[in-house]
């Protein structure tokens, strides 16, 4: 074992007992519980010390996000997921053929027609992603402008809600987005007596949960606060990833990453799980199945027994957008809000 992997080791492991070690002006410090820290540690550090002091000191370097305004529309790669997502679209794989895509619905309080279309028009020109298109050999760029997106709108009566509602959900819930085509997310807008219905289907090429339910936040606030603009942006997507991508590349990521080959081998096989054997090629159809315990009222945080629910979601998210996208993974209820 090399000296760096045995410092790299001995970081982990005090690390993992709960102590702190860090540099600082060329010094090694350390906080840890009593006991935590044993005298082989110690003499351990001090025999690695230099190569302990040059991880930490890699750790603390920050990687500077800067927004490249000159290539903002050059053509970049994509992200892992984001690569995966597109190769799953293809039907020449088993169980290929499927798109990563949501649909969802939000009740909001009647909502003007006029005012959703320009607020969420004014949001694709703020986020760079909802202007992307896709290249099927690997790279993905942002379109400088578009034309104006437009949000259909339907009214119906009591009677004939749940019709509207599932004849629209039938139209968008299973919508498959050419990459190549602009866009790759569509809304709707449902009007019934008493509540208007925000009816979202987007690909996840282009925004993953958390995203999603910041966008949903981003528009709460200016349909709620008309005079109260939004923060601007400092940087876009493509900053971002292009910077992680230099991180990967870094000294510190090619250390981490030799001392993760030579742990492969020690790790246990991926499990073998049964696939089924059938030589059927079909278009993929989710069926999304509800399930609710016994008693408990819905309100503002998660009942006893817990509810799963996929859509509809009652009441806006303006106060969920912090934990939502974690709430929605473990595929627990989103707390219903009075839409303030």
């Known amino acids: 074992m090399t000296d760096h992997s045995i410092a790299f080791e001995l970081l982990q492991r005090l690390r993992n007992r709960g102590a702190q070690l860090w540099e600082e002006q060329g010094k090694l410090n350390y906080r840890a519980p009593q006991g935590v820290i ?10 690695h010390k230099a190569n302990v002091l040059a991880i930490l000191a890699g750790e603390q370097q920050q990687t500077t996000l800067i927004a490249d305004e000159t290539a903002r529309f050059a053509p970049f790669p994509l992200s892992q997921v984001q690569a995966a997502y597109l190769v799953g679209r293809n039907d020449a794989f088993g169980y290929g053929g499927v798109a990563c895509h949501v649909y969802l619905e939000v009740n909001y309080p009647l909502l003007q027609h006029a005012r959703v279309s320009a607020i969420w028009n004014e949001l694709v020109a703020r986020h ?17 402008d578009v034309p104006e997106l437009i949000i259909d709108c339907a009214s119906s009566g009591a009677e004939q809600g749940e019709a509207l509602l599932d004849s629209v959900k039938q139209q968008m819930g299973h919508r498959l987005y050419q990459p190549e085509q602009w866009p790759l997310f569509s809304l709707s807008l449902s009007q019934l007596p008493a509540r208007s219905v925000l009816h979202l289907s987007m690909d996840f090429l282009i925004a993953d949960w958390a995203s999603i339910w910041l966008l949903l936040g981003e528009f709460e606030t200016r349909y709620q606060h008309p005079d109260q603009p939004l923060p601007p942006l400092k940087i876009q997507f493509r900053d971002y990833l292009l910077a992680e991508r230099g991180m990967d590349e870094s000294p510190a990521a090619q250390r981490d990453r030799a001392w993760w080959q030579q742990r492969i081998p020690q790790l246990p096989a991926s499990p073998q799980l049964p696939l089924l054997d059938t030589q059927e090629r079909q278009p993929a159809r989710f069926t999304r199945r509800f399930f609710a315990t016994a ?10 027994g817990g509810t799963v629910r996929y859509y509809p979601y009652s009441g806006g998210v303006n106060r969920l957008c912090q934990r939502a996208a974690a709430l929605v993974c473990q595929r627990t209820l989103l707390p219903q809000s009075d839409g303030t």
């Open 295 to 304: 008693g408990g009222t819905l309100g503002g945080t998660q009942t006893a």
């Open 38 to 47: 044993s005298a082989d540690d110690l003499h351990t550090l001090r025999a």
């Open 128 to 144: 760079d992603m909802l202007r992307a298109v896709f290249d099927r050999s690997g790279s993905q760029r942002v379109l400088p």
